[in-house]
Nanobody, 123 residues
């Protein structure tokens, strides 16, 4: 059982940076793979990236490779998404999600979700 709360979104100019945080409840946080998804108006929820339980492995969508970095601090029960070189097409509501298993790219396979934090990128 995990409860997730995202923060750190905002309005930034193209080329700028943001650091999103996802704080998780529970004492078994390290047992969950964590992922970030995003959803823009009128579009389906899109996989952004994920990190394994041990933080050894990460995986990213092609659209964000080289610009976004996922990390986690199991001692703080927190996962982060550092986003650099933001583009207008990155504008979306960003969600973190937890899965009690290895990560994947499918939203329906994740067990817990946060409420989302809005990222808006101006041109």
């Amino acid at each position: 059982q995990v409860q997730l709360v995202e923060s750190g979104g905002g309005l930034v100019q193209a080329g700028g940076s943001l650091r999103l945080s996802c704080a998780a409840s529970g004492r078994t946080f390290s047992s969950y793979a964590m992922a970030w998804f995003r959803q823009a108006p009128g579009k389906e929820r899109e996989f952004v990236g994920a990190i394994s339980q041990s933080a050894v492995n990460t995986h990213y969508a092609d659209s964000v490779k080289g610009r976004f970095t996922i990390s986690r601090d199991n001692a703080k029960n927190t996962v982060y998404l550092q986003i650099n070189g933001l583009k207008p097409e990155d504008t979306a509501l960003y969600y973190c999600a937890a899965r009690y298993s290895d990560y994947n790219r499918v939203p329906a396979q994740y067990d817990y979700w946060g409420q989302g934090t809005q990222v808006t990128v101006s041109s």
